[in-house]
């Protein structure tokens, strides 16, 4: 459980991952031994990957999202100073929610895959 939380933790101060589902992880950290939390948590991140691409093909803004995470790298390195990634999007909930996926639809796709054997 301890190991999940500091590893996700970082990913929720700056903004990449909401409290939910650090909470999922690290319920199912309390279930599985570390080899298989860690191979859960990495195929989480490869299906949200996968989701993420999707959802940018969709919504045809690849380019719009490409900018904003070079500026937002650009500012955090220029700044030496972490900040909320997509704060200014909070206000403009279309937005926001137009740039989000769901990522407890990925820890659950990967528990899945993990517990039929497959990964």
């Known amino acids: 459980m301890l190991l999940a939380f500091l590893l996700l933790y970082p990913l929720f101060m700056i903004g990449a991952m909401g409290a939910g589902d650090i909470k999922v992880l690290i319920m199912i950290g309390s279930f599985v031994e570390v080899k298989e939390l860690i191979a859960i948590i990495i195929m989480s991140f490869v299906i949200g990957a996968v989701c993420s691409f999707v959802k940018l093909l969709v919504e045809h803004n690849g380019r719009e999202r490409l900018y904003y ?3 937002y790298v650009s500012d955090v390195t220029r700044t030496r100073q972490w900040k909320i990634y997509g704060e200014h ?11 989000k996926i769901h990522f407890t639809v990925p820890i659950l796709f990967s528990v899945v895959l993990r517990t039929g054997g497959v990964i």
């Open 89 to 99: 999007t909070v206000q403009d909930y279309k937005q926001y929610r137009r740039n």
């Open 69 to 71: 995470f070079l500026s």
